[in-house]
């Protein structure tokens, strides 16, 4: 099956550094891939579509100046939280676009990042 | 604007017991996709189901089916002899189209669900 692979899976980073989360696909291509962030016992919230080649598209509310996103080749898509801060604390997911069936979006596992 | 509501925040099912786990949905689109996802205490996020809004029938997987109730916007997830590995929150979610083009999810607020052995 489709396998999506996130790195680093935790990271403990000092306020006002910044941090980068990979998100790769690693059997197939995505020209698209998506970020997500959820807070503790709350729901995904979409982050911003990132797009093969193009500038990531954020939704309504998100800082694109704070989360950098570059989708440089067909397999991988990186978040740069820059200036992290701890309100900047969550679980980051990212997911995969496929061409496959009806179920077409597939979720990494995760990257737990804590601001101090 | 897109809704999804999980009204259950938890539930205790003892195993090897069926279980249903409520989803209603909001939308002016004919044309959507729903989703179920299941998310172990590991965070990443398991694909379980999928129902389009066209589909005449309701999607099987296994032990998981949907319940797809057009009408009345619901899209429960039933999951038959409950198993202890099945603990985990449950997310129900949405996407604009049936067709592969638009992907944004829109994610209901979960259920957790606790296996009793």
């Known amino acids: 099956g489709a396998v999506v692979s996130q790195h680093p899976s935790r990271v403990i980073c000092k306020s006002g550094t910044s941090v980068k989360i990979e998100c790769r696909s690693l059997?197939?291509?995505?020209?698209?891939m998506f970020w997500y962030r959820q807070f503790p016992k709350q729901s995904l919230m979409l982050m911003a579509t990132?797009?093969?080649?193009?500038?990531?598209?954020?939704e309504q509310g998100v800082e694109k100046d704070k989360f950098l996103i570059n989708h440089a080749s067909l397999t991988l898509s990186t978040l740069t939280v820059t200036s992290a801060h701890p309100e900047d604390s969550s679980f980051y997911i990212c997911?995969?676009?496929?061409?496959?069936?009806?179920?077409?979006?597939?979720f990494g596992p995760g990257t737990r990042l804590l601001v101090l | 604007a897109q809704k999804i509501t999980q009204t259950q925040p938890g539930m205790f099912v003892q195993e090897k017991e069926a279980v249903t786990l409520d989803c209603t949905y909001d939308?002016?689109?004919?044309?959507?996709?729903l989703f179920w996802y299941k998310q172990p205490s590991s965070g990443e996020m398991i694909f379980l189901i999928y129902?389009?809004?066209?589909?005449?029938q309701n999607a099987t997987e296994g032990r998981y089916s949907l319940n797809f109730q057009k009408a009345r916007k619901s899209a429960n997830l039933v999951i038959s002899a409950s198993q202890l590995g099945d603990s985990a929150m449950y997310f129900c979610?949405?996407?604009?189209?049936?067709?592969?083009?638009?992907?944004?999810?829109?994610f209901g607020t979960g259920t957790r669900l606790t296996i009793i052995p």
């Open positions: 997911s995969a676009r496929r061409f496959r069936g009806q179920e077409t979006q597939y």
């Open positions: 129902q389009g809004s066209y589909d005449q």
């Open positions: 059997d197939f291509q995505a020209t698209t």
């Open positions: 939308t002016s689109d004919p044309s959507y996709g």
């Open positions: 979610a949405m996407r604009k189209g049936v067709n592969f083009g638009n992907e944004k999810l829109t």
């Open positions: 990132s797009n093969e080649g193009s500038k990531a598209t954020y």
